[in-house]
Structures are given as C-alpha cells and as structure tokens.
C-alpha cells in the first residue's frame, strides 16, 4: 500500500477522532484484484445475490461478501432490553415493525469477504456455546462452498461470546485452523486484563472466562492492531467504542464503492436504528455506545456505504437511510 492510501486510512483510536473524521474521506480508490476460480474479477457495481437459506452473496466491485447466519436467540422481551426506556414503548416500537409478541429474536450473521488473493471471515459466531438455535455457521459455510479450512484471516469486531466462540469446534480444536486471527488492542487489553476479572461483578466472570478459554493457548498468535490503522492491507478498521471497551468495525472500497462492517453498533435494527439513542443492554458504556451509532450512521448516509451488521434481518448487508429522527435499514438480500 503507498504511503498516501495509509496515512489517508489512519485515524486516531479515540473516539472524538472517528466522529470529526468521515471514515476513508478523500482516500484513492483501490484498484481491482484477481480472485481464484469461480471469483475471478466481476464488472464494477454492487449486487447482491440469495444462494439459499442463511447464505447470500453480495459483489461490490471485484470484492464478494458472503452473508453466513449464524442462527438466532430468542429470549422474553422485559424492562431490561432497553434500559429506561418503558416497556410499553419498545412493544410499540417492534409493533411498528410488524414484530409482534412478547419474546424478541436476535439474528446473527457473520461475512466472509473474498478479495484479491485473501478470504477473510468477519467474527466467528456462536460455536456449541450459544443458545439454541445458533451456531450454523460452519454448516453455512459448506453450503457456500467455503471450506473452513480456506479461511486466511479472521478478523473480531469484540469479544463478546456470540463473536469468539466459534472460533473453536466442539472438541476445542480451532475451527479455522489455518487462519491468523485479528483483534482490537483495546479490546485485547480490557478482556485479558487478570486483575480486572478479579474484581468484576459475578455475572460478567463468565465473558472473561471465555476469552481465556478461546484465545488462551494461541495468545502468542493472535494478532493485535490499533483501531483506526490498517487490520490488513486494504482494510481498514473503523474505531467504534461503546458495545464494548475496544468494539471495531471493518471497511475497504472498491469500484467507487465504500463497505462498512459495523459489528453490533446497533442491536435489533427496528428498535436500535429507528430509535438510535436507546441503547440495548449489552451495551457496556451506552453513552459511548449512542455517540458512536450516531456518527457512524450519519456517515454511511452521507456516503451511501454498503453497511452490515452482525444482528441485521436477511443477509445483514445493505443500505441505511434517514427515518425521522433515526435511520432505516434495506438489505440488499431479504
């Protein structure tokens, strides 16, 4: 990558910077690259293309994206989904939305982007860890015809179980056993941080379990970068703090066109993008977690980014626009 494209492409880690700064503003385009087989270079454009059930395929420029579910979790809907905000009003809210009921249902979607001579997977899902219903997406990536094995890079948006455990199969072995995984260093640091596990409440011993659990024996390998720095060459990670103390996304361009994973920067996209400022419950620092959702939203409007999210309905990839006072989500894939 030429100097130029890098210094355009590093941003500061703090968050003040990501919201001054509109993400990739002004930076050169990157140029096509050759993918083997069947992903050999495409016309320039963006289209996305349903495969099957839990799998669909989108082509930005001459980069795919894969769109894999992971499955979903469905949990009663109570007082603590959206803190302070009436229950009364989120059930109106999901009423609006056509999504009625007294339970909600959590989709996850994990992408796996094919570009030049790289296949990157974008978080790993639940593994056998999560709740019933998740953890299809080793079944979904044999469906796609993408053997795991195959896998060069898999990058963590943040540790939270439903985007680490996958990375081990049932027997702990790990589940792409020749990709070099890639982490936020903030992300890293909080997580692994031994004193700070000691003296968390109860209820949060387990996410810190897990994260010693997953990354523990290959701590050596995994490889850490600066949120706003290149995670790999033409892609970009986009510092998205709040969800978590070093949440990341992950973006490139191609053909005139700007992709933006943005991990769980919003939760239920009815609730979370309509009502931007509510914040769900797994958000550890909601203040933080609103100034990021605004900022990063009102870019990927302003730029007519192809946006996805990791618990978006239908592929989780498409495009956002502004809906009142919030945003709206269109997949391109339903």
Known sequence: MNP??????????????ASSMPWLAGCAEFGPGDLPGSLAYRPKGVRGIALRDGVARTEIGSTIVTSLR????????DESFVPGVPLAQVRQA???AGLRGASITIPFTAFVVERRDRRMLLDAGNGRFGAPGSGLLLANLRDAGIDPASIHDVLITHFHGDHIN???DADGKLAFPNATIH???PEWDWWMDDARMRAS?????GAFEATRRVFGSIAADVRRFAPGADALPGIASIPAYGHTPGHTGFGFEDGGHRFAYLGDVTNIAPLF?????????FDMDPEAARRTRRSLLDQAVAGNWVVAGFHWPGSAMGRVARRGSGYEFAPLVP
């Open 70 to 77: 992971d499955g979903s979790a469905t949990m009663p809907l």
């Open 273 to 281: 993008l309509r009502h931007p400022d509510w914040a769900v419950r």
């Open 166 to 168: 996958g990375l081990r």
């Open 4 to 17: 130029t494209r890098r210094a355009c492409l590093r941003a500061s880690a703090a968050l003040a910077a």
């Open 94 to 96: 999901l009423d609006d």
């Open 183 to 185: 982490v936020p260093q």
């Open 201 to 205: 409440p109860a209820a949060m011993r």
